[in-house]
């Protein structure tokens, strides 16, 4: 804990200047002082010392005047500092200065510790905002193979990876579609139901256990979001069950009763003619006529929209996966409007300088697919999805779906 409250005070002193807006009076840049005191511009000492405290890890800020206690500040998750005078009974905040760095503290102490680095590119890569506290940082290590009896699995090299969470109408939709399916029962099934109300997750696990009766339900200690949800289903399916491919579907997508069959063909005969299609679906944003359908109804193309009932192969997921757990180990930790956006943006500017490798024979990209891949790629993600787009896309991997959708 005093290691991050260290790096917060030389962050403060460090040629930092703030903006004070004090409760009375008017507005003028200030600095902090290594000997504890606080001086404007024209070298005014206007707090004699100040003293940074840590208290369930929210870091605070106390200002003294001629030794009395002023105020008290708490640091937000935008690099400011707000609260109480209590000489004026107004609010002061001190904000950096526009034409400083950004602020680069980390606000939240076991994220400091844990922080690491994966590769060169990111050495250079710090916080651009504080982290919230509202946010769940704590580690999760869970290792599938030791609650689960392997020899009982049905064998297939290939699973269905189901991601689930408090909505119990749809996902009984979405499990009842994938029951219409034949082949369903040539696979393993396993959901990962992220921690929701006791009675919901119940019902919606009695559904799945009805309607797929050899299905391995997870579930989860805490709610994780959708996202880390998401991640660790791969990282359980692949890493340490070793599936070469993976279906990796939502509680948000009705299928149709050929979709898992249509889906494996299209990845057999991707796999055998390319060498650059590590994900295919059956599912496209898709706005034709119904004619016009049926006219292409037997064709593919590549895409960048949502992955969405998607069938992954462990090869290309090997390539971008340590990429994918960085961003999930650094920003992924609860309520997206808490996420630090733009920590996220500056994270994936550093990844943009790699090159998109070349794997070999290339599936063929029409100008339309590279125009939209341009698009997509101008701005950073900062979901799940995108960071995984992106990714994927970096590693020199094309997504290829149905031109023609067989999901809603």
Avoid at 1 to 27: C, V, W, Y
Avoid at 121 to 143: H, N, V
């Amino acid at each position: 804990m005093q290691t991050l409250i260290d790096a917060i005070s030389e962050e403060l002193i460090r040629t930092k200047t703030f903006l004070l807006q004090p409760a009375t009076g008017h507005a003028r840049n200030i600095r902090f002082l290594s000997d504890g005191g606080i001086e404007d511009n024209s070298g005014d000492v206007l707090v004699n010392n100040w003293k940074l405290s840590l208290d369930n890890y929210k870091v605070g800020l106390r200002l003294y005047a001629d030794e009395t206690f002023r105020a008290f500040l708490h640091l937000s998750r935008f690099g400011d500092w707000s609260g109480r005078d209590r000489a004026s009974n107004g609010t002061v905040c001190l904000k950096p200065t526009l034409n400083q760095d950004k602020w680069l503290v980390l606000a939240n102490p076991l994220k400091f510790k844990e922080q690491f680095v994966m590769d060169d590119s990111e050495k250079e890569f710090r916080y651009l905002e504080t982290l919230p506290q509202q946010i769940d940082w704590r580690p999760y290590r869970f290792d599938i193979r030791k609650t689960i009896d392997t020899g009982l699995l049905v064998p297939n090299t290939t699973a269905i990876g189901i991601a689930a969470y408090d909505r119990p109408f749809y996902f009984k939709q979405v499990v009842q579609s994938l029951a219409q399916n034949k082949s369903v029962r040539e696979y393993p099934i396993f959901i990962f139901m992220d921690k929701c109300d006791d009675v919901v997750m119940g019902d919606q696990i009695e559904v799945a256990l009805s309607l797929l009766p050899h299905s391995i339900i997870i579930k989860r200690p805490r709610n994780f979001g959708c996202g880390r949800n998401l991640i660790d289903l791969r990282r359980q399916l692949f890493d340490y069950l070793g599936y070469d491919e993976v279906f990796v579907f939502e509680d948000d997508m009705v299928v149709s009763s050929d979709y898992l069959d249509l889906t494996v063909k299209m990845f057999d005969w991707a796999q055998r003619n390319y060498d650059n299609v590590g994900a295919v679906q059956c599912w496209n944003e898709c706005k034709l006529s119904l004619e016009t359908k049926k006219y292409y109804q037997r064709s593919v193309r590549a895409t960048f929209n949502n992955w969405w009932g998607y069938l992954l192969s462990r090869k290309a997921w090997n390539t971008f996966k340590d990429s994918l757990y960085k961003y999930e180990e650094l920003f992924l930790g609860g309520e997206y409007k808490y996420r630090p956006h733009r920590s996220i943006h500056s994270w994936f500017d550093f990844k943009k300088r790699r090159l998109v490798q070349s794997l070999g024979t290339e599936y063929p990209l029409v100008d339309e697919f590279i125009e939209e891949r341009k698009l997509y790629l101008s701005s950073s993600p900062t979901g799940q999805d995108g960071a995984t787009a992106t990714l994927f896309n970096q590693a020199g991997w094309t997504r290829l779906c149905t031109t023609v959708k067989r999901g809603k």
